[in-house]
């Protein structure tokens, strides 16, 4: 049995690192034009939402648990929105991906360069004390993370694009 560590017991930095993140997200996404199809939208949109999941559940939890988020070890509600957060910011990665038609042999910049977002507000994160690193862990190690999860979507974009036009084809 792990014991909860409690970083914070105030409504503050944290937790409006996670609504503020999500609510821009989503006003930024809803003001965009429509590039795909319903269903292209959602799974694009879910991408990041369980990414988020996952990397929380195996990264921050037992046996060694690497970072928490949040004003507690546990999970709580505050931690909600921050999961959802990642929900708009896979889409506007699967977005900038189309709407700049970036061809294969330039993925590795894109995925550079949304790497490097990507620690840059992870950083902004553990400002606010959403994220608070345990074990060695450090920005580093996010940057590794995130270049393998940016290029798996990058990789997911293609399939998913290529196996709509397909569809529609037939």
């Not at 694009?44 to 929380?56: K, N, Q």
């Not at 939890?61 to 931690?79: E, H, Q, R």
Request: aromatic fraction near 20%; proline fraction near 2%; glycine fraction near 6%.
């Amino acid at each position: 049995m792990t014991r909860t560590i409690i970083y914070d017991t105030q409504f503050n930095g944290n937790e409006w690192f996670g609504i503020i993140g999500l609510c821009l997200g989503l006003i930024v996404i809803l003001l965009l034009p429509q590039r795909f199809s319903r269903r292209l939208s959602i799974l694009f949109l879910l991408s990041g939402v369980t990414f988020g999941s996952l990397a929380d559940h195996y990264i921050g939890t037992v046996p060694k648990s690497l970072y928490d988020t949040g004003n507690t070890s546990a999970f709580d509600i505050a931690d909600v929105f921050v999961l959802f957060m990642y929900g708009p910011y896979s889409y506007l990665f699967f977005y900038i991906l189309d709407l700049l038609k970036i061809k294969a042999r330039t993925i590795p910049l894109y995925v550079l360069l949304w790497s490097l977002v990507s620690v840059f507000f992870e950083w902004i994160g553990v400002l606010a004390d959403e994220f608070h690193y345990n074990n060695s862990y450090w920005l580093g190690i996010s940057f590794m993370i995130y270049l393998l999860v940016h290029t798996i979507w990058a990789v997911f974009f293609y399939l998913m694009v290529y196996a709509e036009k397909n569809e529609t084809a037939k």
